[in-house]
């Protein structure tokens, strides 16, 4: 009973999108202001009736109603609870419905935090958030419904697979859809500026909170991801240039850019065409990236073969979405005026620049990415582009960036004196490149990447603290001068703190990593680096829904044991499947990681693998911490402020709102 | 030209200079770091590389793998059903590698005709077979 309810939900949530998509349009373009209001209550039905759909869903996993063929397939009766939640956005059907889920939660937030946005703008924001839910539920109902029964109910599931049961990846999904969805919001304020044809310096103010918000919720995804793929997939890798990773990375890259983008567009009213470009891309790649994941069209592109109703479907969708955007774009675009003038020599300049190179760097990827998918499928033959294309081109592309950042935040809006830049600049060069030299020869090795790393770490560490520094009043006391800073600029300072923490973490993993594969028979050692690591042999272990043999490994640093690690080998009961557990010791200059291989012989001699990683934690952290500051950036009293002004503007027909 | 415009212009020729050169960077990184997909018979013809990396496909034969004392390294032997290659690789093999399952290896081919793989790849899915090994396995059209 409950799945036909959640699957009639479903249908009601659908009706209420169409509401929420047509008549707010409708009322928008006539004026209508009781067609306007209709936007509120019909957003938050719909968010209702999704509500229930998705407990519907989360409920036929808690109480293993294996007769839906979406929990049969993808949870069992000894599955731990917690994996049995996380379970529902496990696999295609119930990740799309997470997705309609948290574009319904966006749309509501929109509306709570929008009171007193101009009745049309709202209108049309819901509006086209509707149209975009519509696409979603359609394709859900008519490709992949997740309420499906199954006609012969199997005894138990088939199981999560077990790569997913972990708490890293349980909360991925919902982190990195809260930040693709996001990108649905300054999509749609850009699609109803230019439905308004009001392009003004407003629409940019307003969608600079969603999308710094958006950003960060992306940012954290794909750093969980990142920290997953670690821990989980037994290779110690953090990132793999995998197909996967790039979709989520595409409009993580086109999200950064339009943050800049947006901060020029409000503060000097420039770039507003290309704004709304980089809006609409951000958000076609979050939908490129949810397809390219979830549809199965990377494991194989003849999949679809198979089943060509979901991928025509998806192709539509797209086509409408991106094509559709687009085409109001040309049509609207020559009509967009950036009003705004500037100088060679000025911040807009350098805003440009980040902007280009981002863009660049993404198209980048998106060739590496797409291109071996669309030879396979016209089957002019399999290739694939590995790690050392995206290394090649991304690193040498993304360097000047970092260059950039620390010239672009002293730069003056409009026009600059490259005297008075220089002038400023000259002791933070001297700094950086002093400190960074002499950081590098403390390392183990020299070497020139690395000191070219460092040096570039302190130059934006140092150049960011510096214009901090000059941004603070020191006619006033310390306390009321921090306080009179806004929000923006800390969160700006703090994100860019986190691009230095970054490269560091990057520089130093890269290129001081050390790995071994060995061979170890229980009681010998091998020396690595630092370290002795001394193979006690492995035990069986039994755990919930897998048995594991579980090795003992006891490490020593100058004869003392700092640490028992004990990596496991696990085999999942139900799915058969072998999984590596590494044993990792974290810590803040060193990681140490051991994995299991497999028994080589009778005598009990395992293959090991050994890996000193030193700052790796530095590359999570740093993401952290430019997304902390994408947040704290969202919070500034001007996206307030801008509220109340916009308030006074509509008091006088304040009688008909909802 | 008025000066603005002047600059302006400046600006436009000095962006699209810098995105040609990154683009035409990628462009050659992206031609030498391609790599072609073949299977056992393609490579038993020939039409493999010599010297370039490239992947082969194919499934493990039964009974095949042999390893050396002492030491990771590991010998199977890999077929379509047509022809056999032997590969040689020193590391850990992926979880689910085993004899009967279909395997990707990244690598090159030695002059003994041995396949030297630097990398050895195995899907995390229980029946998976990976759609190049698949497709390289079914009966050929004569």
Known sequence: MLPEIGHFALILALCMALFQAVLPLWGAAVNNHQYMAVAKSAAQGHLLFVLISFAALTAAFITHDFSVAYVAHNSNSALPLLYRVSAVWGAHEGSLLLWALILVLWTNAVLLFSKNLPREMVARVVAVLGLISIGFILFMLFTSNPFDRLMIVPADGRDLNPLLQDFGLAIHPPMLYLGYVGFAVPFSFAIAAMLGGRLDAAWAKWSRPWTSIAWMFLTLGITLGSWWAYYELGWGGWWFWDPVENASFMPWLIGLALIHSLAATEKRNVFKAWTVLLAIIAFSLSLLGTFLVRSGVLTSVHAFATDPTRGVFILIFLVLVVGGSLALYAFRAPKIKSTGEFQLFSRETALLLNNIILVVACASILLGTLYPLLLDALNLGKISVGPPYFNSVFVPLTAPLAVLLGVGVFLRWKKDEPQRVLGLLMLPAVISIVTGVILSLLLPEFKVAAMIGLILAVWVAVATGYQFYSRVNKNKKLTTALLEIPKGFYGMTLAHIGVSVFIVGITLTSLYSQEKDVRLEPGQTYQLGDYEFEFRGVIQNQGANYVANEGLVIVRKDGEVIQEMKPQKRIYRVQKMPMTEAAIDAGVSRDLFVALGEQLDSKGAWSVRLYVKPFIRWIWLGAIIMGLGGLLAAFDRRYRSVKIKQSVDSESDAGVTV | ?142
């Open chain 2, 1 to 142: 030209m008025t000066p603005i415009r002047k600059k302006r212009l400046l600006l436009i020729v000095l962006m699209v200079a810098g995105v040609s050169v990154a683009v035409g960077f990628a462009l050659k990184a992206f031609n030498e770091n391609l790599m072609f997909f073949f299977s056992v018979t393609d490579v038993a013809k020939g039409k493999a590389p010599a010297v370039k990396d490239f992947r082969l496909g194919g499934m493990v034969v039964n009974g095949s793998v042999k390893r050396e004392d002492g030491s990771l390294a590991v010998m199977f032997d890999l077929t379509d059903n047509a022809e056999v290659i032997t590969v040689y690789y020193d590391g850990i093999l992926p979880d689910l590698f085993r004899e009967g399952q279909g395997i990707i290896s990244k690598g090159k081919m030695r002059a003994d005709g041995v396949f030297e793989a630097d990398e050895v790849l195995a899907k995390h899915d229980e029946n998976y077979m990976p759609p190049e090994v698949a497709e390289s396995m079914k009966p050929k059209k004569p």
